[in-house]
């Protein structure tokens, strides 16, 4: 098999209404893209129709390749399933609502041609209810501060990674449950691409509920706090010596003749403060610990491939 150039990965999930629409516009873009093309729809569980009807399509055109999950994994665990399987040199992750234009896949990809390793999409004009559009700029200053990463949309579907970069995020386990800002650490150079963006269609609601939304973001923050627990264990521990050798001096203080009859309450009152800073160590000790237990067990994959439907045939 010639391989493609570009492999454009779409999850589906419950997406039977979003098929036929989601082709008619991405077909005509692949024609167009110098060196050849595969459309790669991730099947993320779906309960209704969606993979049969991603059969249809594939008796109909070549370049469809399907992906079906044993469950629903989520978008990102559905998008790195489709990294996986890719074939192409250059790889685009996008929505099947539409609400980013196919279109722009050209103009996405071309910073690849000039040596850049990952090109983040940033929505203009968003069509998103503003709540849902104060979370993602929430949600964006959040991410970029804690990964170190100058991302303006760090929720945008519509990217672009060279082949390198995607298969080298597979050693990152459970940190791909939110794959840009570990795709930015991976990649050697990396820009933005101005995209438009599109309401969602009225019969279509997000794929991600508020609940989704906060546990993406916990799964991401649990990934990314670093050391900080270790931190809080070394600077309690060190507040609550010096506390504790503080209120000691204060109390033996108080027991000599003639000092201040305030000295041994507020020698009282730092032993208290010191106890606190000392729950607060041993708090700090329980997250690390807890937190390298899950970082060791974060290799196990997280999706699991019921099969693979390539060139019409399951495997």
């Given amino acids: 098999m010639t391989r ?8 589906m999930f419950n997406g039977a209404e979003l098929v036929r629409d989601c082709h008619d516009a991405l077909a005509p873009v692949l024609d167009r893209l110098e060196g050849g093309a595969e459309v790669i729809y991730v099947d993320d569980g779906s309960t209704d129709d969606t993979i049969e009807l991603l059969r249809r399509l594939q008796a109909t055109d070549p370049r469809v390749r399907i992906v079906e999950l044993a469950a629903n ?13 890719a074939h192409g040199r250059f790889l685009v992750t996008m929505d099947a609502d539409l609400q980013c234009d196919p279109a722009d896949i050209p103009r996405i990809i071309e910073p690849l041609t000039r040596g850049f390793d ?27 501060r804690l990964a170190g990463v ?9 990217n672009a990674f060279t082949d390198d970069v995607a298969r080298s995020l597979a050693p990152f386990g459970e940190l791909r449950r939110f794959l840009k800002p570990i795709a930015v650490r991976v990649a050697r150079r990396v820009t933005e691409v101005e995209v438009q963006h599109r309401p969602r269609p009225k019969r279509r609601a997000s794929s991600y509920s508020a609940t989704s939304l906060v546990r993406l973001f916990m799964d991401f923050f ?17 507040l609550a010596a010096l506390t504790f050798v503080g209120a000691a001096t204060l109390v033996l203080t108080a ?6 009859p305030l000295l041994a309450p507020l020698g009282i009152w730092m032993f208290v403060f010191a106890i606190q800073a000392t729950l607060l160590a041993l708090f700090g000790l329980a997250g690390d610990y807890i937190q390298r237990i899950y970082r060791q067990s974060s290799g196990r994959p997280f999706y699991l491939v019921r099969r693979v439907h390539d060139d019409g045939a399951a495997r």
């Fill in 4 to 11: 493609p150039r570009v492999s454009v990965i779409v999850p």
């Fill in 255 to 260: 027991m000599l003749p003639g000092t201040s």
């Fill in 73 to 85: 994994f989520g978008q990102h665990a559905a998008f790195t399933a489709g990294f996986e399987h």
């Fill in 222 to 238: 649990v990934n990314a706090i670093g050391d900080v627990f270790a931190w809080v264990f070394v600077i309690a521990t060190a």
């Fill in 150 to 158: 100058e991302l303006r949309d760090i929720g945008c579907p519509l």
């Fill in 118 to 144: 990952l090109v983040s999409g940033v929505r203009l004009n968003r069509q998103d209810p503003g709540a849902r559009r104060l979370f993602s700029r929430a949600t964006t200053s959040i991410v970029s």
